[in-house]
T-cell receptor
Framework: LAKTTQPISMDSYEGQEVNITCSHN???????ITWYQQFPSQGPRFIIQ?????VTNEVASLFIPADRKSSTLSLPRVSLSDTAVYYC??????????WGAGTKLIIKP | GAGVSQSPRYKVAKRGQDVALRCDPI?????LFWYQQALGQGPEFLTY????????KSGLPSDRFFAERPEGSVSTLKIQRTQQEDSAVYLC??????????????FGQGTRLTVV
C-alpha cells in the first residue's frame, strides 16, 4: 500500500491560491490519487481524484506529473470556509486506504 | 438516502459497558467501511464489507470489536467491555456499486465515543 507524505500545516489568506503538495513515491501503476477535505466534527468529504496530468472540477485542480510520485492540490481564491484538514490518499484496486495526519490549512482574513 | 447516516452522534459509555454504533449507508452502495479517528489524526481502517460479506477485519484492534452487515445495507459496529483507549470518532463510509478503481467514498458525520 502506497504511503503519502504531506505538510502538517499551511497558512494562507483569503483570495489567494493555495497549493498543497503530496508525495507518494511507491505509487503503483493502477493507483488513483484522491484528496479529501475534513472540517471539525464532520466526516471527510471527497474533493477530487486523478490518475495523471491534470484534473479540474468546480472546487479544485489536481496536478500530477508524469512520474506520478507526487501530486498537487490547487485551491483557487480560497475563503475562510476553506479552513480544514486536507488528506491525500492513494487508492488502488483494493479498498484499503492509508490516511496520514493530513495538512491543516488555515485561511486568514 | 441522501447521505451516509450514523447514530448516535455522541455516546458516553462507562468503562466496561458494551456499545453499538449504527451506520446507514447510501442506498445501493455495495461497499461499506468503518474507520476509527483519534483526535488530530487521520482515520484508521477498521473493517470492510462488500454487501453482507465482511471481506477484511484486519484493522479491528481487538476481539472486543465486532462488526456486522447482515442484509447488506445497515451495519453495526459493536464494542464490548469498552476501555478508555476506545474513545475516538468512529466513521462509516460507503461507495457506489463495484467500489473499485476511481470510486468515491461518502462518509457519515461519525459517532464520537467517550469512555469514562
Amino acid at each position: 500500500l502506497a504511503k503519502t507524505t504531506q505538510p502538517i500545516s499551511m497558512d494562507s489568506y483569503e483570495g489567494q491560491e493555495v497549493n498543497i503538495t503530496c508525495s507518494h513515491n511507491n505509487i503503483a501503476t493502477n493507483d488513483y490519487i484522491t484528496w479529501y477535505q475534513q472540517f471539525p466534527s464532520q466526516g471527510p468529504r471527497f474533493i477530487i481524484q486523478g490518475y495523471k496530468t491534470k484534473v479540474t472540477n468546480e472546487v479544485a485542480s489536481l496536478f500530477i506529473p508524469a512520474d506520478r510520485k507526487s501530486s498537487t492540490l490547487s485551491l483557487p481564491r480560497v475563503s475562510l470556509s476553506d479552513t480544514a484538514v486536507y488528506y491525500c490518499l492513494v487508492m488502488d484496486s483494493n479498498y484499503q486506504l492509508i490516511w496520514g495526519a493530513g495538512t491543516k490549512l488555515i485561511i486568514k482574513p | 438516502g441522501a447521505g451516509v447516516s450514523q447514530s448516535p452522534r455522541y455516546k458516553v459509555a462507562k468503562r466496561g459497558q458494551d456499545v453499538a454504533l449504527r451506520c446507514d449507508p447510501i442506498s445501493g452502495h455495495v461497499s461499506l467501511f468503518w474507520y476509527q479517528q483519534a483526535l488530530g489524526q487521520g482515520p484508521e481502517f477498521l473493517t470492510y464489507f462488500q454487501n453482507e460479506a465482511q471481506l477484511d477485519k484486519s484493522g479491528l484492534p481487538s476481539d472486543r470489536f465486532f462488526a456486522e452487515r447482515p442484509e447488506g445495507s445497515v451495519s453495526t459496529l459493536k464494542i464490548q467491555r469498552t476501555q478508555q483507549e476506545d474513545s475516538a470518532v468512529y466513521l462509516c463510509a460507503s461507495s457506489s456499486p463495484g467500489g473499485g478503481l476511481g470510486t468515491e467514498a461518502f462518509f457519515g458525520q461519525g459517532t464520537r465515543l467517550t469512555v469514562v
